[in-house]
Every structure is written in C-alpha cells, then in structure tokens.
C-alpha cells in the first residue's frame, strides 16, 4: 500500500517530501564532517560530489511513500532545504534518521520536525513502535529522543562515518508512550 508523502507544517517549517530539486541545498549542507560524523559509516567521506541526486535518485525515491517517506525541512519564512528527515517501515534496527545543516543547530527545529513526524507516523501510518538510534556521544541527538519520550534500551557496537564512535544507543518509542507523552504531566 503506498502512502504519499504529505507535506507537513509546523510553527517554524515547512516539511515537504525530498526531491531532486533540492540536491544542491542538500549537498550544501550535508557535505560538512561536523554534520555527517555521527552517521552510520554507509555514508561515505569524503561525499562525492554528485551524492545527493545519486542518494535521492536510487535510494529514496524508489520507495518513496511505500515503505519510506523522507522529509526536507524548508524554514518557513526562507526558501531551501536546511535538512532532511527519513523515516522507514522496516527498521535497520531504527526507524527513523535525521540530519540538520550545522548553522541551524541549537533553535530546537529538529525536535520540531520529528514531533510532527512523529505524529505522522503514529497517527496516520499506524506504527505500534519506533526504534531510534545514534551514536554514543552524539548529544544532540540523544537529547531529541530523551526530550520526546523515547527510552533507552541499550547499547551496541556500532560503525560510523567518524571512527572514533563505535557504540549506538537504541531507542524505543511506543504508540501508547507517545499518547501519554503529548498530553503531559498528569
């Protein structure tokens, strides 16, 4: 059954479904070590120029909407992608990933972005659970999954684009948790 994907909103973004017009901004903001770093080592380094219409084109948009529904976050009042939000039926073991161009870290737009894909994915794909994973270290990301309910479950080797990181935290995250989440302190 296929899905397509839905552009979303929030207060501060725009989040539309990734596409070949958006390499360039893509490849602006991602071909940066800092960004990249924490990444699963899939991802190559140096990236190759040409890597994202190569990304988008062969991995993204064939299941695009079918098993996979991938985001670009667009600022709302300024044109161009600033990241980019992937979300998986089939975890590997994580259900979703997510990176942001470094100049817009720290204004809490990814925990704005994955609280409405979150929902998204609860709400209108009927996910039951959702596995998260990152890498040890990487704060920033361990502190959107702790601030939006998720509970650590453990730590495993793991093999990203820095090789200073070998350990992953996985992450699960509930139907019923989330629900409780959004409404708050009782």
Same mark, same amino acid.
């Given at each position: +059954?296929?899905? $397509?994907?839905? !552009?979303? !909103? !929030? ?56 098993? %996979? ?40 737009? +990814? ?51 820095? $090789?200073?990181?070998?350990? %992953? ?18």
């Amino acid at each position: +059954m296929s899905t $397509p994907v839905p !552009t979303l !909103t !929030t207060p501060r973004l725009t989040l539309i479904a990734l596409s070949l017009t958006d390499c360039a901004d893509y490849e602006r903001h991602f071909i940066d070590y800092e960004v990249i770093r924490h990444l699963a080592r899939d991802v190559p380094w140096p990236y190759p120029a040409g890597g994202a219409a190569k990304f988008i084109r062969d991995r993204v948009l064939p299941g695009q909407g079918q098993n %996979r529904w991938v985001w670009g976050l667009h600022r709302r009042e300024v044109p161009g992608l600033i990241g980019a939000v992937d979300l998986w039926r089939e975890g590997r073991p994580e259900h979703r990933g997510f990176w942001l161009g470094r100049q817009f870290w720290g204004q809490g737009l +990814m925990t704005e972005a994955v609280i409405r894909i979150t929902d998204y994915a609860f709400d209108v794909l009927e996910f039951e659970e959702l596995i998260f994973a990152n890498a040890l270290g990487n704060e920033r990301s361990h502190n959107i999954k702790e601030r939006t309910g998720a509970d650590l479950v453990e730590v495993r080797p793991g093999s990203f684009v820095d $090789p200073a990181y070998d350990r %992953r935290e996985i992450w699960r995250l509930t139907r019923d948790k989330w629900r409780r989440w959004k409404r708050g302190p009782a």
